[in-house]
């Protein structure tokens, strides 16, 4: 077995075996094979791709090549989520809460957000004190005591994923089903949970623009999930409009919070549930039906928001935050955009409504660069409502006045209009076992 006989074998459409698999993803971590080789391979992955077996393989040698989280006695109890990423998708801050309030066990690392994608750990580090970054000895210790704790990822976490994402990304080969299963999926093994949700969205703010798309990823995971041992779901979630009306870190850590004080937000609520109920179904064994009567008294009893209360004070943050989010810092330009036309909103261009937030100041274009927690835009109006000649459409919050002029016209062009309501569109479309 050669680098270059496995290359031509993918090359030539044939699968590899387990064994040329582990060969080709340790040597390329290791040193032995180079950038120029896994790109060959990469670019044959992505035309000719890979059955189930060979995406569970590479799936478990990238999850076998950096440190793994043991849960130990938690295990059975274990549920993490994942979301392909959206905007305004602020659940895990619901969601955790929720689920660990309900007897199951959250041990989840997250990421920062990047482009028009926000990130959970962005949205937590803008709550005064809270730590993301964590020792695995205190994170396991954190999920012991109270049952919950989300943190930064590890960087030891998965480094045959992270240098393979990096070339992904430079070789036009990251749009490729199996390349993506497997690189979400690895994370997720590695990081230990027994039952895992997946929240694959679709749609113009999601990175699977194309719902059959989506749900094809969405079966690959969880296919690679069983073959795993795990209890495994995914739910395909609309992002043809953002999710809630906040986006941006500040602004959605206060609607998360409002929807924990009780506050029934739409869509956002009905994701929450949808998502928290699966979980805990998986966790405890329970029918969906049972969970999610059970996830809905957590909120309405008050003891999702004890729980959060509780994870973010064990953290470090400040809690005072939650019982009066008046205290989180404001931007200094709030500036309302307004419709130029009548009619009902038809669509949504989701992804440039990010990218409008990321400009803001809410987003990142490099992992490097800083945010800004207070900036964002809090929306007025979602596909389906009437707006006339001169509303509101949203406000936009900022402190760089330079970007306000851009972010209000791009906003408008994103914005849709007809004389004709659109048909409503589900915001869970379905769920696969």
């Not at 130990?72 to 990423?85: M, N």
């Not at 803008?126 to 999920?143: H, N, Q, W």
């Not at 749900?215 to 979630?237: D, F, H, P, Y």
């Not at 990218?355 to 490099?366: E, M, T, V, Y």
């Amino acid at each position: 077995m050669t680098t270059y006989e496995i290359i031509k074998k993918k090359r030539d459409g044939a699968s590899l075996t387990d064994s040329e698999i582990t060969y080709f993803i340790e040597e390329y971590l290791n040193g032995g094979i180079c950038d120029y080789q896994m790109s060959a391979l990469l670019m044959a992955i992505y035309f000719n791709g890979m059955d189930d077996r060979e995406i569970s393989s590479l799936t478990k040698v990238m999850a076998d090549s950096g440190e793994k989280i043991s849960l130990g006695e938690l295990y059975d109890i274990t549920v993490d989520k994942h979301s392909t990423g959206g905007v305004g998708d602020k659940t895990t801050l619901v969601v955790a809460p929720v689920v660990a309030s309900l007897g199951c066990v959250v041990a989840k690392m997250s990421g920062r957000g990047l482009g028009f994608t926000g990130g959970t750990v962005d949205k937590l580090s803008a709550i005064p004190g809270y730590r993301v970054d964590m020792c695995g000895k205190e994170f396991l210790s954190t999920v012991k005591r109270i049952g919950i704790s989300v943190v930064s990822q590890s960087d030891n976490l998965t480094p045959a994923d992270k240098k393979i994402y990096a070339l992904r990304d430079t070789t036009a080969t990251v749009e490729s089903i199996p390349l993506i299963a497997s690189s979400i999926m690895s994370k997720k093994l590695a990081t230990g949970s027994k039952s895992i949700v997946l929240d694959v969205k679709y749609g113009s703010g999601a990175f699977m623009k194309d719902i059959l798309k989506a749900e094809l990823l969405a079966q690959k995971m969880v296919n690679i999930g069983k073959s795993a041992n795990r209890n495994m779901a995914a739910v395909l979630t609309n992002m043809d409009k953002p999710l809630g009306f906040a986006i941006g870190n500040n602004l959605e850590v206060i609607e998360a919070i409002e929807v924990l004080k009780g506050e029934m937000i739409s869509d956002l609520y009905e994701e929450c549930v949808a998502l928290s109920a699966t979980m805990v179904s998986l966790a405890k064994k329970i029918p969906v039906s049972e969970a999610e009567a059970i996830v809905m008294d957590s909120i309405r009893n008050g003891a999702a928001l004890d729980k959060f209360k509780e994870w973010i004070s064990t953290q470090g943050g400040d809690i005072s935050y939650i019982d009066n989010t008046d205290k989180f810092e404001k931007a200094k330009y709030i500036v309302e955009v307004y419709s130029n036309d009548t009619g009902y909103v038809n669509s949504m261009n989701t992804e440039q409504i990010g990218f409008c937030a990321s400009l803001s100041g809410a987003g990142r274009s490099r992992y490097e660069d800083s945010i800004d927690f207070a900036a964002g835009l809090i929306l007025d109006k979602k596909t389906g409502d009437f707006v006339n000649k001169g509303d509101r459409l949203c406000c936009l919050h900022t402190n760089n006045k330079s970007i306000i002029e851009e972010v209000k016209d791009r906003y408008v062009r994103a914005i849709e209009l007809s004389n004709k309501k659109p048909e409503t569109s589900k915001t869970i479309y379905k769920t696969i076992w």
